[in-house]
């Protein structure tokens, strides 16, 4: 799922160019100390005892990925996952919130003496008010009491640039904003983030430690870490500033052969980087008979690739869940998870440790959508995975409510504020549909605010589909009322602060932008622009590529677009970049530099609703869909 980046905002500036390449030979040295064999009570070295062990270790591996910093539940749809019963119907259930996350994991690691914790990437980034606003140090304050053992960067890690993320890493106050809690100073994450295949163009070496080694009782399990090589493609030109990505699989498998030399021969990839299952559900079961190809997308022909010296991949990014097996180069089956994302689900997963080899067995691995199913025993066994729900049904963790109250009361006074007023849901994330009713709204915001002459003179504005993270949710939370947009639920939608662009692109650029939807790097999974009101046209999924746009449908209030007319037209400034495969958009000129899409998204709340006359859903009639 590409997003805008998270630019920084108004007050958050300084994070730019200048501060690059300057810290990024930090970074090599941001692992934590003690990170290698870290135990939490259920890691550490501890040795061998007065008995001898027996020959297999059944290791629990409990994995997540994606949070983006949700650390209250999330609502809407985004607080949802999907459970097929037992009679084959579907069914929604909430999930999800840090404080039931870390009960599920503080449970299903009681029993359990060899147990890790790991995370897929993009554990910050896109974030609700209440992290984002602080720059996630309250998600990586959570990350530490969940005894989080090591997470691979993803590319939201990126965000706010290598200066930040190393500052994510060390700790350390925020360069302007200094430090939230008078006394109190951000002691950074106390879990090593890992991004093999992230390289500093001054130095060629990872940003980041490539890899780490968990050891307990003389279990070894080593634990590469990369994020997806397209990271440069849905990331701001300044988050990736002096940064070089590197193929996944080269990289996987160059770190797994030195780790062999290194005597570890157990491996797990942590990858940020995902694949479409071929079910919804949770607790869909990938590798049932006639399921067929259960999962689809970019990690198939990764995980292909991969040597088959590394075990078990850990994957994210596309926000999916799914357990399923796919063969590595040597035919064996290979399992491959994903938890979905913002805490909805974890997934445990066995791998029985043989002590005489110092390997997985994985004769003949098994993967299990089916909830709850596991494995134990001293026998050598099949390694077996499931994704379990975060449920709100069971005791939150105490420290966790107490953790999101601190928080809360430093951010109430902006994120309380209300800035205007819905009649019903008005879905963004949450929504199916190729054009999306938060996406129309979002765009008129934009085309309203820049309009004006002064402002920019646009006709029209476009919204990437992956900035929109959320649903604006009429149901009331907290203490504001049925209806209420609240400041915090507006940033919540647009979290990235983008600051918002207009140029000249002419006809035929628009209409390439359009095509640009639907083919190239976006025509496996296209990504449906957002328009602004005057804008129609027809989308013909039944053809492919470019040709599913009918070009001669393409209007502009009534008119058909001309090609060799010059346009004036609002994007926020990851679009204007080129970004998510948009190279049309990012030949624009005559820039413009507007006001942020956020203050843009407010004012059109504040200036089209009251209390008694909210907005109601836009009504979607912009692009017409042929199936």
Known sequence: MSATPQKNRASRRVLAAAAGLATVGALVAAMPAGAHGRGHGHGGDHGHGHHTPARTVDVQLLSFNDLHGNLEPPAGSAGTVTETQADGTTKAIPAGGVEYLASSLRTARKGHPYSITAAGGDMVGASPLLSGLFH??????????????????????????????????????????????????????????????????????????????????GVKIGFIGVTLEGTPNIVTANGVKGLKFHDEVETINKYAKELDRQGVKSIVALIHEGGLPASASYNYDCDSPGAGDGISGPITDIAKGITPKVDALVTGHTHQAYVCTIPDPAGNPRLVTSAASFGRLYTDTTLTYDRRTGDIVRTAVKGSGKHGSKHHGSQPSNPVSANHLVSRDQKPAKDMTDLIARWNTLAAPISNRPQGYISADINGRGSTAPEKPLGDLIADAQLEGLAPADKGGAVVAFMNPGGIRADLVYKASGSEGDGVVTYGESFTVQPFTNMMNVVDLTGAQLISALQQQVSGSNEASPKILQVSKGLTYTLDMTKSGADRVVTDTIKLNGEAIDPAKTYRVAMNEFLAGGGDGFAALGEGTNKLVGASDLDLFNAYLAAHSTASSPLAPPATDRITVVQ
């Open 136 to 217: 996630d140090e309250p998600t990586i304050e959570a990350l530490n009491k969940i005894d989080l053992d090591v997470t691979s960067v993803g590319n939201h890690e990126f965000d706010e640039g290598a200066t930040e993320l190393a500052r994510l890493q060390n700790g350390g106050c925020h360069p302007v904003e200094g430090c939230y809690e008078k006394g109190k100073k951000f002691p950074g994450a106390d879990f090593p983030y890992l991004a093999a295949n992230v390289t500093s163009e001054k130095t060629g070496k990872p940003i980041l430690k490539p890899y780490t080694v968990w050891k307990k009782n």
